[in-house]
């Protein structure tokens, strides 16, 4: 998706599975990552890591700083793409995730979530529901994939 996709907000509230079609997508709002958001997130998650909270140690990394957290990122991807709606009053759960860190995210960067419906599963035991596969990208602002993968949501079916 291009960079100008970013400025488009979907109208969408509270899709069902029913509504998802292979191919549909979305992209949210940007977000720039702040000190405060490192600082934060060290202290929720208890994760110090001289990359994350030495500036010294970290300029002597292949990463020339500190970098955000990838638990922080995929944290705040999930807020991003709630921002959309699409899930809002439909969604039944969470299942589950594969996730790449393919590039580092850094204090200042302003990353984006691009997300695409790459499958749906009706629930064979369960016919008000199903599951839709996404593929996620997290974006920064130079247009290159920090991370990426699949989310997997169960939905209501419209019955």
């Not at 509270?14 to 977000?31: K, N």
């Not at 010294?56 to 995929?74: S, Y």
Request: proline fraction near 4%; aromatic fraction near 10%.
């Amino acid at each position: 998706m291009s960079q100008a996709a970013a400025v488009q907000a979907p109208v969408e509230r509270g899709l069902y599975f029913d509504e998802f079609t292979i191919g549909q997508s979305w992209v949210t709002p940007a977000r720039t990552i702040t000190d405060a958001d490192l600082v934060n997130f060290a202290g929720i998650s208890g994760d110090y890591n001289p990359l994350h909270t030495d500036e010294e140690f970290a300029k002597q990394t292949q990463f020339g700083g500190r970098i955000f957290h990838g638990p922080g990122v995929f944290a705040i991807a999930t807020g991003l793409e709630s921002r959309l709606g699409i899930k809002e009053g439909t969604a039944i759960a969470f299942l589950g995730m594969t996730w790449n860190l393919k590039g580092a995210v850094r204090i200042g960067d302003t990353i984006r979530v691009e997300q695409q419906v790459a499958e749906l599963r009706p629930s064979k035991s369960k016919p008000d529901r199903g599951i839709v596969t996404f593929d996620v990208q997290v974006k920064n602002q130079h247009d290159e994939i920090c991370h990426d993968g699949q989310w997997f949501v169960m939905f209501q079916r419209r019955v």
